[in-house]
């Protein structure tokens, strides 16, 4: 069963993207692309709690990402991905929320400034200022890994290049997700995988390469196309990468270049898989990134202990003013009433399971009384009817494979639990029932 689920949604996942590859290969310019990742961004929902914090950093914003069992030692900088000219910052604090989780970490992550306003190299020079920022804020270059999927790949590659030649002390690590390491666009893979990419055509590269990259002489410029660049003395690079991507060649072939680099590519994965956390190749390529980091970190358990126990300080706004040190769950809107804390949606679905299980029991109950006319009102329909009695059945088998589905959530006691409720007292008192165990659980 939970074989069937993947494959199911797997299927409607690539169906999905390969829908959104389409509309962006029919009108690949910038603004639509902004839109579509706004709209993607608005829809992300995140399994970790975690709490963001802004900072300033020179002209410009930037997070701390931080998650209730991480720690303050291991830091990563994460650079965000998009094009160079797209952010999506719920997206993107979710799957660093899901690193810092494994690795036991907290992370910077900036809002370098984006292209067209502001192309190359305004957003590497945006990153490096991040990274000198952690230097001078004390925080040792051996306990920080800078990360970055796609575009924020090539900036955190690029990094490397720039602070080893401006001689700042060097990273522990580096992880890069489908990163873009050649900026003239010549591995094989972009016409190879075309067609098998379900999230890009060649076209949308054509089309958003000149936006940040104006020049197009640049585009074998180390600082702009790392795969060109010396890489010998680099620190350890963990590069993870999708078999079917158009950008596949372009950590191939920086991983055949680097020494230090440990390339993996992932059998039809889509770009950024990682990201995508309802996906088993995600869940366990964020476990390798953690136990990658903390690997390359090495820090004692009471350290972490230590740090998780300190509280949070203020922070100041641009103008000295302090502001306060958390934003509250990243993943929550703090504007509406719904949902609630968990613990009362828990409440409101085992109340709705009561009611639906009273009326079960009390509809019988009456017409054994002689009262049919309530019993009537109360079904709304006579069970006579084929209509109502066809969706009663439906009903039963949706909620019954609905629980069969969450079965690797609830366990199997409580989803045979779930199923009996529904057979006996109805589906309506079997949803409300599996709603609550699963929020309870959750």
């Not at 992300?44 to 914003?61: F, K, N, R, S």
């Not at 810092?100 to 970490?105: D, L, Q, V």
């Not at 993870?240 to 590519?265: N, Q």
């Amino acid at each position: 069963m939970k074989l069937l689920k993947t494959r199911v949604g797997r299927r409607v996942f690539l169906s999905s993207l390969q829908f959104m590859r389409d509309r962006l290969a029919s009108k690949p310019d910038y603004q639509h692309l902004r839109a579509l990742a706004a709209r993607l961004d608005q829809f992300t929902a995140a399994p970790v709690d975690y709490q963001t914090q802004p900072v300033v950093i020179g002209e410009q914003q930037a997070t701390w990402i931080r998650v209730s069992d991480g720690g303050e030692a291991r830091v990563v900088l994460y650079l965000h991905g998009g094009a160079f000219i797209t952010e999506t910052p719920q997206l993107h604090s979710a799957l660093v929320a899901r690193i810092c989780k494994e690795a036991r970490a907290r992370a910077l992550m900036p809002s370098y400034r984006l292209a067209p306003e502001h192309p190359f190299p305004a957003a590497i020079d945006d990153c490096v200022a991040a990274y000198r920022f952690l230097l001078d804020s004390g925080v040792d270059a051996a306990s920080i890994v800078v990360a970055g999927d796609s575009a924020g790949g090539n900036l955190a590659l690029v990094l490397l290049l720039r602070a080893r030649d401006e001689n700042l002390p060097l990273p522990a690590a580096v992880v890069t997700l489908s990163p873009l390491t050649d900026g003239s666009f010549g591995g094989d893979s972009i016409q190879r995988n075309n067609g098998h990419d379900p999230m890009f055509v060649p076209g949308i590269f054509e089309a958003c390469g000149p936006l940040y990259m104006p020049d197009q002489e640049l585009a074998r410029n180390p600082y702009l196309s790392p795969l060109f660049g010396d890489l010998t003395s680099l620190p350890p690079v963990l590069m993870m990468v999708g078999s079917s991507e158009l950008l596949l060649d372009d950590s191939v072939r920086f991983a055949g270049k680097c020494p230090s680099a440990t390339l993996e590519v992932w059998h039809d994965m889509p770009h950024i898989f990682p990201a995508f956390d309802f996906l088993p190749e995600a869940v366990e390529a964020t476990r390798r990134i953690g136990r990658f980091i903390r690997q390359h970190i090495a820090v004692d358990l009471l350290e972490i202990e230590s740090a998780q126990a300190s509280k949070p300080t203020a922070v100041q706004d641009r103008e000295g003013r302090g502001v306060a040190a958390w934003q509250g769950a990243g993943h929550r809107r703090t504007d509406s009433f719904w949902p609630p804390a968990p613990a009362l949606q828990t409440l409101a679905y085992w109340l709705l399971a009561a009611i639906a299980a009273i009326a079960a029991i009390a509809l019988p109950l009456f017409s054994a009384l002689g009262h049919n006319s309530v019993a009537g009102l109360l079904a709304g329909l006579s069970p006579t009817l084929p209509a109502a009695s066809l969706a009663v059945w439906l009903g039963s088998a949706t909620v019954l494979l609905f629980a069969a589905f969450s079965a690797d959530r609830l366990g199997w006691p409580r989803t045979l639990l779930v199923m009996g409720v529904s057979l006996t007292l109805g589906e309506a008192c079997g949803l409300a029932l599996l709603l609550a165990l699963r929020t309870r659980r959750e």
